[in-house]
């Protein structure tokens, strides 16, 4: 099946179905024998965005679920059994099995005209599988505050398939964006439990990164708090805990 091309064509129209296909492309997976669909995260910081966004959205347009937490893998997140349900995902663009290394913006949504709809897969890569935080400068300063602060924010999505990670720069070169692709050899990264090259699009210009949250923007409080706390602060603590920044944000 090419899974590029669908009947369901009116569903690449709407922004929110294809929030939820960058998902599962970020963070998604059908299992091989198509019994099985998940889109998981942190049991932390990821438990709001699914709590609150993307289980209710995924409710709306394919099956009602409540996210949970999966003990077995030490997730959290969505899932259904539902065949009908996974069908009609794997119509539109879903992959079934290992997709680390080949998983694709299905073509209509790559060249779509639709700045929202091109956001919107942006959006949900980045919201599942993305990061944000900050560093500290890594030229030598004299101003103690640079010294000692992580100041500096740093953008990163990370992937075992470079095409995927090349589409995101085609789509972000449309909305001006500038970013970069670099090969990661990572010591002990597993792709699909084979140790493999990974690979990064990083946006490290500042005003790069606040056009990303102006333009795209973020629906998961754990880059939206990251974000908005350097943002408040003018840096980000390390290491704190979703909760912790929603109390400095207050």
Known sequence: MDLHITKNTEWFNNPEVVEILGAFIGDGWIESDKDALYITGSPTEDKLYYDNYLA??????FINV??????YWGVYGISTYKKGVINKAIDLGFYVGSKSKVVE???IVLYSNKKDVIKAVLRGIFD???SFWCERSRAKSSIEWKRTHNYHPEFRITSCSKNLLKQLKFLLDKLDIESK???????GFKCNRNISNSYALNIRKIKEIEKWFK???????RHKTRYTVWKKLGHL?????IQE???ILK
């Open 128 to 130: 599942t599988d993305g």
């Open 66 to 71: 409540k996210a949970r937490h999966f003990p």
């Open 245 to 247: 920044r929603l109390i």
């Open 181 to 187: 692709i670099v090969q990661k050899s990572i010591k």
């Open 215 to 221: 333009i795209i923007g973020t629906n998961n409080p």
């Open 56 to 61: 209710p959205l995924f409710s709306k347009y």
């Open 105 to 107: 913006i299905p073509l």
């Open 237 to 241: 603590p390390p290491n704190t805990t």
